[in-house]
């Protein structure tokens, strides 16, 4: 009962913070004001709640990363703006959803992979040389391998269910 307390207290306490910043003096914190405050606000409130309840913590690993991500984007030269740190902010969640919870390593390890391929696009489509022609069709490959995971293999709902 104690866990369900934590995320409305924290993001409670987060919002509060927020808006008490919002009306305040202080004119070096307005521009860190916008909406991504409002992903970070969750993804940490989801955060505590997975580290102190039973509930996994991809959804805070994920909220969290995109708000920062729109933070430093625009403030770190080196940071790249591209789809593919999304899917590795997502990767991220699910390695560290495994350390928590022993589940999702297959899963983090695939979308680091995707993160890698859609980071470094144009080098590893230069290592394909000769199958380059094929390379189009990755797109089929990642729908499939959902649809394989959705509709095919019911083995991992089956054994959460006993």
């Known amino acids: 009962m104690n866990g369900q307390r934590i995320f409305p207290g924290i993001i409670l306490i987060e919002f509060g913070l ?53 933070y430093v984007v625009d403030y ?14 997502i990767a991220v969640g699910f390695l560290l959803q495994y ?4 589940h999702g390593l297959l899963h983090g390890v695939l979308f680091l992979f995707l993160a890698a391929i859609t980071l470094f696009y144009e080098t590893v489509k230069q290592w394909f040389g000769p199958v380059n022609s094929l390379w189009p069709f990755w797109p089929l490959i990642l ?20």
């Open 99 to 102: 350390q928590k919870t022993g």
């Open 18 to 70: 927020y808006f008490f910043l919002q009306q305040s003096a202080f004119t070096w914190i307005k521009p860190f004001l916008g909406w991504p405050a409002f992903l970070l606000i969750t993804g940490i409130a989801f955060l505590a709640q997975g580290y102190k309840g039973d509930t996994g913590i991809l959804p805070g690993v994920v909220l969290s990363g995109f708000g920062l991500h729109f």
């Open 143 to 162: 729908i499939s391998a959902g649809g394989y995971l959705l509709f095919i293999n019911k083995s991992s709902g089956r054994s959460a269910k006993r």
């Open 76 to 89: 770190i030269g080196w940071w790249a703006n591209d789809t593919g740190v999304f899917i590795l902010i």
